[in-house]
């Protein structure tokens, strides 16, 4: 019997149908059809899907996944092709420690191997809480097999006292008012629970939300897949649509280095800056960039995505949920704005077939409260800023959250419009910063700000989402929501923390932050892009020279493999080594007996 693909044979029939080797055929074959796959099934010309499943237990922002499975077989079946599921490391955001994004990598190597090492001619990834999207992609990336993505969607809209209660946002909203005394600890905890109404992952624009955003607008899902939440009609079709179409892929040999250009990732940029995206998808696309062969630079999230008018209203940045902004038209609806302005690349292939102009056709924003019309934003420039100075060589700075009253206390000096200077208050991680931050020995007054290191990739080890750090409680009952926070770690894309975070190279491996002490004047200049201590250049060099690296404590093997071999959050944060490995599914692996 003999599979062909234009001529060429899939890549699942160097095992099941090898004359060359019998006894390696029959041995393949023998252990798949006692599981009731029929001899015809994996031999004929029908190409083997893999289904990457991501929800489990352990992992309930994508548990929807076990539910969807039917209808993505379904569809796999009525296009032609075999499924066959297959589980990857769970990588839950609230459930993993020390972070969730130790695990990206590992998921992602776990990934690689699936695909190059087992009889699979193409992939579904399912993606949904935060990393899972980032480390599917960066997985087909690496392997380059036909490959197509499918969010679990997010969950239901939550509600508290007939207010809407978002994912994330509301307990950094809470934790205020208990520091404040306005709630109890119980009330705290029942606010937090109304956010998650149902299965899904987060409902608010955190990270969750915008890297299946940054997966849709790349081009690797079916057009308007991302914002569907998980409980709807619309998502088991959108599972079953997808199940179907990465048959066809495997046919056209539609393959992700041919979706994931160098254009498609400007797409990816500019949509995340109008829908007010999470800070985590800088490091997160800049790892799919470099495992896909594509050159991107953390300054491109400057140059390509600064300009671009925020035009979603959800929270962090605005009002809505994941509900509206479904039906308000989604991801389409807003690229469909950004083409009109022409802000998107057209003409790049997608995974439907067509290019992403063909996609967005007739699409367009049923809700202007939600998805605004290019030429009447939210606000203009909600692109993220790139700063460096002395203490870092780059940090991100989203600047769809920074508030009018962020703006007026700290950056609307009269003629210094945008510069600020203040005392610096240094913390050694989440820990010390839980343990110090009320002691009134810190002199930690409305003008100060706040620094966090030793939590970057290598330091916390996975890079902690800790630089949202809270004011004082003294401070909050002056009703100060945020002061300035800086570190070498993450925050999470629910928070509406206007922090300048992911500094990179971070402290540990002797970054400049690690030589900041508390008491140090810094000034920071957004005109100039800039942060830099105001030390003097004698006493900054005797710090450095005097500098010991701190000993480093890994728990597990896999955290020792980790800081030995990740990069920075500027470059994605990937295990460097990996990043060489390009199109591996094209290097067929050795027969194993
Ligand atoms: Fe999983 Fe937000 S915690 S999506
Ligand atoms: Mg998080």
New binding site residues.
Partial sequence: MSNTRAGKKFRSQEWFDNPNNPGMTALYLERYQNQAFTVEELQGERPIIGIAQTGSDLA??NKIHVFLMDRIKAGIRDGGGIPMEFPVHPI???GKRPTAALDRNLSYLGLVEVLHGYPLDGVVLTT???KTTPAMLMGAATVDIPAIALNGGPMLDGWWKGERAG??TIIWESRRLLAEGKIEYDEFIERACSSAPSLG??NTM???STMNAMAEALGMTLTGNSAIPAPFRERMNMAYETGKRIVGMVIEDLKPSDIMTREAFENAIVTNSAIGGSTNAPPHLQAVARHIGVELNVKDWETVGFDVPLLVNMQPAGEYLGESFFHAGGVPAVMAELHKAGRIHTDVMTASGKTMGENLNGRESHDTKVIKTYDAPMRENAGFMVLSGNLFDSALMKTSVISPDFRARFLSEPGNEGVYEARAVVFEGPEDYHDRINDPALEIDEKSILFIRGVGCVGYPGSAEVVNMQPPDAIIRQGIKHLPTVGDGRQSG?SESPSILNASPESVIGGGLAFLNTGDRVKLDLNARALNALVDDAEWQARIDAWVQPELHHQTPWQEIYRKNVGQLSEGGCLELATAYQKVGQDLPRDNH
Wanted: charge should be negative; glycine fraction near 18%; proline fraction near 6%.
């Fill in positions: 309930p922002c839950q955001e609230t949904g809480c935060d994912s994330g992952h987060c955190g990270t969750a629910t």
